[in-house]
DNA sequence: TGCCCCAATATTGTCGACAATAATACGCGT
DNA sequence: ACGCGTATTATTGTCGACAATATTGGGGCA
């Protein structure tokens, strides 16, 4: 009764797929493993087949690399790489942030302004530890995302990069993140949305993500042993 | 003797995922279309196994749209999709021009030079009716997200939105494309990119993106029969 | 002793057949 | 004659076995 409450009949790929992108994100299986398709066809419990089909998938995804004739490794995700990324994240975020002034409803609006209230007491009961980075739809930019009404864009920040931007997330849970600091930002952002001021929106998303961006470049500098 | 001069020996399947790329660009398959595994496995004469893992990856690219047990389509790419896309290129070929004025070095850039001087010429030769549309290293916009020194900014680019964009481009081969225009438009790009004004760049990049958005948004609104 | 070549091994790539699900067509009842 | 349930058929999903390629270990030669 674990899984498969769900009514359509899923396909054993397409959950091997949604399995080993967690395994993945999480670190169950490390960074810069090679994958081998007999281990984890018996690991999983399936045959190489759908497996195979699954590894393509995320390859797609960029969680994994693939040489003919010589196996998969899973991604390393160097901090440089990171960097690259939140720069990415930079001008899409950015643009989702302008976009979504426009296509938010006020409904929703005030549904993130809860979610944001959620996370404050998240901050407060940990001290001010860590903005407990919540997934999916529990997470900030996420929602924007989401807002943005441009479905190409939606499906590429949700459905690729953010599986990347989790696996940073997981490794480096501790570091950075001053989580009080974020959220004033998120608000800041919700504000701008609200009052419909896309060119503020998007001004603040970037200026957010920018700043992780270089705190991210900072550590990258000095070596964390 | 056609293909197989390279030196790696490659696979069936990722033979099959260019083979396939570019046929769905290409119109070869069309849009729409439900791809039919039997019917193309013999069409191609390969096995099944290897069709479904170039599906797989074709998936991954946003080139066919997979639902399980009732097989594969060939995406549609409306209009308002290619305008979302444009969105996107907006963002990202700006980021692009901006980082390619720090990077690209000197000669890269007298390279791009002469080869918007063939353009020219190839323009003056069809008497500005359009704007051939080379592909790959012959296209203006590649070169310059190539140079823009972000890995991941170049995956995305070069690797998944591109095939999107060749298959607009092969749909629209007359419509619009003011090819004169544009090829000015490149050289100022390029002009900035050489004085290392990112700024400028990326200003003049996006404008030149945003314009051709504009052009297919408008192409939106009215009934094109 | 060190290097290179070759054989043994393991892993990836490919294939054909079987099972499960969905689409289709036929026949029955009203 | 029309609609619905059922049987048939075709397509997708899955599996195990075989072939081809890369890796590893050992042995021979300089």
């Known amino acids: 009764m674990i899984a498969e409450l769900h009514k359509h009949p899923t396909t054993i790929a397409s959950r091997l797929t949604e399995e080993l992108t967690d395994a993945i994100v999480t670190g169950e299986i490390a960074a810069g493993e090679k994958i081998s398709e007999p281990n984890l066809a018996n690991r999983y419990d399936v045959s190489r087949g759908p497996l195979r089909e699954a590894i393509r998938r995320l390859e797609g995804r960029g969680l994994v690399r693939h040489v003919p004739h010589a196996g998969v490794r899973v991604v390393t995700l160097e901090l440089d790489e990171v960097v690259e ?40 009961k940990s001290e001010g530890r860590e903005y407990f980075q919540q997934e999916g739809d529990l997470d900030f930019h996420y929602r924007i995302v989401m807002a943005s009404g441009n ?75």
């Open 85 to 124: 990324l939140y720069a990415i994240r930079e001008a899409l975020e950015g643009m989702a942030a302008r976009l979504a002034a426009d296509h938010m409803s006020d409904t929703e609006i005030e549904a993130v302004r809860e979610l944001l209230d959620e996370h404050e007491v998240a901050v407060q």
């Open 151 to 225: 479905q190409k864009l939606i499906a590429l920040l949700c459905g690729e990069l953010y599986h990347l931007v989790r696996m940073h997330r997981y490794r480096s849970s501790r570091t950075a993140s001053r989580p009080q600091r974020a959220l004033t930002e998120h608000r800041r952002i919700l504000d701008a949305v609200a009052e419909r001021d896309g060119e503020l929106a998007e001004l603040l998303m970037r200026r957010h993500l920018g700043g992780a961006r270089q705190s991210i470049a900072t550590q990258l500098e000095k070596p964390n042993d």
